[in-house]
């Protein structure tokens, strides 16, 4: 799965324009189910199983990830811009970006700037920075040259290139969440025990959208959601505020931002990965959220669930997880999925 996850990351895809790397997936998956494309974008596919379940399952992840926005040309042909998803100030700074004009269908690269150190005040120097005083350097001249090149609107997005490290990490921009993306895709072109609904959303970055629709159309009697999550594991970081950490094997919330979670499934998941030796952990900080926020209650509600990858670096150029998180993460949602069918 490697090198699926690999082709995946480096597909750029900010939310709202999930077009390219909704298109690597239908040719991946395209021979294997039926699927449909709805009015925002979301990727729905059915696979047929070998035997035909007591419930309808739907698993899915979402196929954007965190970028920026132009909002503004400047003067001196600098581009003001804005983050589509959360992304902090100090991640930015300095990073290689590259800004696609979506008239043209031209890619420039470009480099995150901010006001010279000798230029801030004692008090500016003494706060964090903010996404205000940033600005994106492509090159122009001025705003003239600028405007030749680009439009507002267009969005940016961090290079970065995935590399393997210390032997079982990677570390790539956008892990969150093609790594859910390529676990679907995988169970999508192998056999499966019953007939599932897979689905491939777009706009989680941004509140959740997609799942609004998709979860609406499927109409699920239960959700597994795919996803990553903060892993502070480091130095310095103690108790809850660590959340989780990498090596100890997939997530399993009880309880984010957006969602309490189906109590029964949370302690099946356990069960599950007891019964077949599979290290996994829960989320010791109640904090962030994702589609399940959307999906729990949609409808006349879904059970639902979300299983997510130990991350550290989240919705930065390096995010990093470990390679046997994820292939624990597999396991477990293998075995979820069948057991879920037949509740």
Known sequence: ?????????????????????RE???????????YRTDNLGNL?????????????????AHMDE?????TAVRSDGTLAFETVGGIDASVVIGRQVTVKNYRTGK??????????VHNLSKEQREKAPEISGLYIDIGAENKEDAEKYIDLGDCAYFVSDYESYGGNHIKSK???????????????????EYDTWFVFNVQEEVGLRGARASAFSVAPDFAVVLESTTAADIDG???????CEQGKGPVVSFMDRSTIYDKELYRLAFDIAKENGIPCQTKTMIAGGNDSGAIHISGKGVRTIAVSLPC????????????????????LVKILAERIAVL
């Open 237 to 243: 970081a103690g108790g809850a505020k660590r959340v």
């Open 312 to 331: 550290r670096y989240l919705h930065s150029a390096s995010s990093v997880i470990k390679s046997e998180d994820l292939d624990n993460s597999r396991r």
């Open 174 to 192: 956008a892990l969150d969440d093609r790594a859910g993306c390529a676990m679907m895709v995988e169970m999508i072109c192998g056999e499966i």
């Open 1 to 21: 799965m490697n090198g699926l996850l690999r082709e995946l990351c480096l597909i750029n895809g900010v939310s709202g324009d999930e077009t390219d790397v």
């Open 107 to 116: 890619v420039y690269n470009g480099v995150v700037g901010s006001t010279a």
């Open 66 to 70: 965190v970028g920026f926005i132009v």
């Open 44 to 60: 729905i596919c059915f696979k047929k199983g070998r035997k035909t379940p007591k419930n309808k399952l739907m698993i899915c």
């Open 24 to 34: 690597f997936i239908i040719d991946k998956i395209k021979d294997k189910c039926e």
